[in-house]
Nanobody, 125 residues
């Protein structure tokens, strides 16, 4: 299972970006998906997660009200809409999928079995 995150870029503070997570040859259906990020010199941290139904979402405090995670089952993608970006949001963003069907959203990265290469987000002040 290979995930691919896309949509990163370099923006000014206050701007928006929309990240997308796609999977090759497999489905994201039936699996919780999480977005994580890692800034230079920092540990990877949870950003947002969405349940396999799409009905439940979890956000870390520092993105609540600014980021929105959603899934498009027809397109087999999970997106992260990021608004009001701040310089501290700059990081490499990764999407990850749980390995077990119907498993819950988790905020710790070791619960996610499949990862893809990240996409760089740069925010200048």
């Amino acid at each position: 299972v290979q995930l691919q995150a896309s949509g990163g870029g370099s923006v000014q503070a206050g701007a928006s970006l929309r990240l997308s997570c796609a999977v090759s040859g497999r489905t994201l259906d039936y699996y919780a998906v999480g977005w994580f990020r890692q800034a230079p010199g920092k540990e990877r941290e949870f950003v947002a997660g969405i349940s396999w139904t799409g009905n439940n979402v979890v956000y870390t405090d520092f993105v609540k009200g600014r980021f929105t995670i959603s899934r498009d089952k027809a397109a087999n993608t999970v997106s992260l809409q990021m608004n009001s970006l701040k310089p501290e949001d700059a990081a490499v963003y990764y999407c990850a999928r749980r390995g077990l069907r119907f498993a819950a959203i988790e905020t710790e990265d070791h619960f996610y079995e499949y990862w893809g290469p990240g996409t760089q987000v740069t925010v200048s002040s």
